[in-house]
């Protein structure tokens, strides 16, 4: 891309302006602030609904029912097979995988985990590694119960390793590290090889190190290829940490968001441990929702083919962002963006200082983006400088408008910015 | 009933004896100790499998996807009827009012309640006081967050409030009561408009004292016959103690257990601080859940109709448990029991020191009882005389065998303590 010159870059702020006052009169209201699927999408799913007939009520009396705290069998080998883990390292929750990462932290925090010598909580620090650009609702879960949060910086194969080995080593209070290991949000990273198995080897001052592996988008493919990736169980074990890591996923971006199962994977002396903790708390899940998943999505190879129908929508909507920050962009200081093969975000690097003017200039003009500063903790960019585009909800002409205006109001502000350096 | 005299109880021991070898030979192999619904009930409720078709998909879009994280209006309005409070004053979570009373009690401890100084495990000791005999879960919330318990008597009023009274003004670690106010568990009573208004009322040393109000059994009648009873929330904000009260109950034992939907409902006030610490863990229950009920429930009328099916299916179960206590047990010092007019079980006072004997010997002939001491905190009763039974699950011929074995059973243990005893 090229590099603009000053009177270049003038020009184009005078035709950026131009163009700005046109799409004032559009009179836009639309929100882009979550990665929510659309309707379309949440149709493939509407068989669902009613595949329980009265035949399967008689056959599985079982599932009304009180009890199978830990799931039903064909649930847990469902998962298994999504998370490349064994059938009996499966938990099986409720409708929620938030809930379940929340629910194993606070259980932490006022009990310990099965290698703690006592609850985290009643440590004087307890510290979480967050790498960032990040998920805002990691780091709401850290901030609710008081964890510290120390940011490391995203790579294309994962967290900086060596800033997270070199933490670690050190710092007892730094009890985990929170991992979305494949198209990764907001960036689309995906962990490499070298990656999983320094986190699952490396030394750590926290003889209870726990890395939080929310496996939120393990299918979810945007060019219909499914990608192998090594299994951070396997290479605990291997290692020797098999305690270390605790997996989460769920159907929420599969199925129906809110209205799909969350599940837990972790070495079996984990899950022993915490379902001991779970039994005080929950008779049974939601098994009849289980159920209903187990009937739809069959096997691995049928999820697959559901999750190729949702990329299929998902994107030629990535594709009108990319094209847009494409066709706009015209100065690589002014934005550089992540192109992702999977997951529901574009993660756009702003010009430094800009991003939170830009959130405020897309709001004025009646676009909602996600808040600038939420891939940070604390909403602390120290750099102000990343945005997260999330294309899912919109239809495809909102979607255009919305990037014609996200894209020009980018411009503008960076091009201002600069200039005012420039003076 | 007749008090027999020491030849009388011998050649009953006798008869009772011979009539256990005759009961050893059917091989019993039934389980009665949880007060499950029986699948007759729960296909009362197979057409909320199938209730969402096509056009309630297609005009319910915002159902399917993430958000509405307090539950749906319609969901709200039924449940306010059932509990009789206001709309607004409900919260409509996942599927299990123990999981909403677990989350409620822990976040109590983490973090305080909306009226708290500090959080309740900051305190040097924190407890609550349980009425008994009572429900097992509710003591291993407890015991699991380490929550100290105090035993008061149930009367058929509710708990004996001069104790209660007496405990909670001087001491100020007491920090709440478990209450469950209609058909209580195991005994059967219905909290009287005193009991009512003396718990709302009365002076508590800790200004945070919270009733943990589980209306499990709402709407449970046996007898067709739905009980008005005072609102505890109304009684609450009478007395200036708005924030006093968190009432719990779900569809569990409505439609499907485990797969129904649970509420909580209490002032607005404590309502909104509960809401913000949940937006840390979860976006959205399962709304599609919520919206099968609404459309089978439909309201409050419909709600007790379907209540009344329910009651003829348990009513003649809870007749034969009654008819062969009455039949068998041949003296007042041997047991006597509850004859509840609604909920899941009926509770049996034996002769003191006899009812962990008499589940080992029913478990030795096949039959499991509820764990002898589990209507007690820490499964300590300290007179050893109360069992819990459970005939909702087993069908009419296998309950009519179980009683056969448990009535004898008790007899015959009864008798050898009162016979040792005299001598």
């Known amino acids: 891309m090229a590099t603009l010159n000053l009177d270049e870059l003038k020009s184009l702020l005078e035709v ?3 163009k700005l006052r046109d799409l004032e009169k559009l009179d836009l209201n639309v929100d882009m602030t979550r990665g929510k699927p659309s309707f379309e999408q949440i149709r493939l799913s ?3 609904l009613t595949n329980i007939d009265e035949e399967v009520f008689d ?3 079982n599932i009304f029912n009180y009890g199978i705290g830990d799931g039903i069998e064909e649930a847990k080998q469902l998962f298994a097979s999504m998370l490349e883990v064994r059938s009996d390292e499966i938990y099986v929750g ?17 009990f310990g985990m099965v290698d703690s010598n006592r609850p985290w909580m009643k440590e004087d620090t307890v510290k979480f590694i967050c790498p960032v650009p990040g998920y805002d609702r990691h780091f709401a879960i850290c901030e609710s119960l008081g964890i510290e949060m120390i940011t490391v910086d995203m790579t294309p194969n994962g967290p900086d390793m060596d800033a997270v080995e070199a933490l670690v080593k050190e710092d007892a209070s730094i009890k985990g590290i929170w991992c979305v290991p494949k198209y990764s949000n907001p960036d689309g990273a995906i962990y490499s090889k070298e990656t999983i198995e320094r986190l699952a080897s490396m030394e750590t001052a926290a003889k209870d190190f726990k890395i939080f592996y929310d ?6 493919f945007l060019d219909g290829e499914f990608i192998e990736q090594e299994s951070m169980l396997e290479a605990c074990k291997n290692a020797g940490n098999p305690n270390r890591v605790i997996i989460f996923a769920s159907t929420s971006k599969i199925t129906f968001p809110g209205a799909g199962v969350g599940v837990i994977s972790a070495n079996r002396e984990s899950l022993d441990y915490m379902e001991k903790l779970i039994a005080a708390q ?4 939601d098994k009849v929702n289980q159920l209903r998943h187990v009937l739809f999505l069959k096997d691995f190879d049928t999820l697959l083919e559901h999750m190729k129908k949702q990329a299929a929508i998902l994107k030629p909507k990535f594709d009108i962002v990319l094209d847009s920050l494409k066709s706009t962009v015209a100065d690589e200081r002014i934005a550089t963006w992540s192109n992702p093969r999977g997951g529901y ?4 690097d702003t010009y430094p200082g800009c991003a939170k003017k830009i ?4 709001a004025r003009l009646g676009l909602k983006i996600t808040k600038a500063g939420s891939t940070y903790p604390y909403y602390d960019n120290p750099k102000d400088n990343n945005l997260r585009i999330a294309p899912s909800f919109l239809g495809r002409s909102d979607l255009v408008q919305a990037m014609d205006v996200f894209t020009t109001v980018l411009q503008k502000i960076a091009i201002e910015e600069m200039l005012k350096n420039e003076q």
């Open 59 to 61: 056959r599985n009396p």
């Open 359 to 362: 959130e405020e200039e897309c």
């Open 94 to 110: 409720g409708n929620s995988s938030l809930n379940l990462m929340y629910d194993t932290m606070l259980k932490a925090m006022y």
């Open 46 to 48: 509407r068989d669902i």
């Open 16 to 18: 950026t302006n131009s």
């Open 215 to 220: 496996n939120a988008y393990a299918v979810h």
């Open 345 to 348: 975000f574009i993660s756009v």
């Open 282 to 285: 929950s008779i049974s899940q």
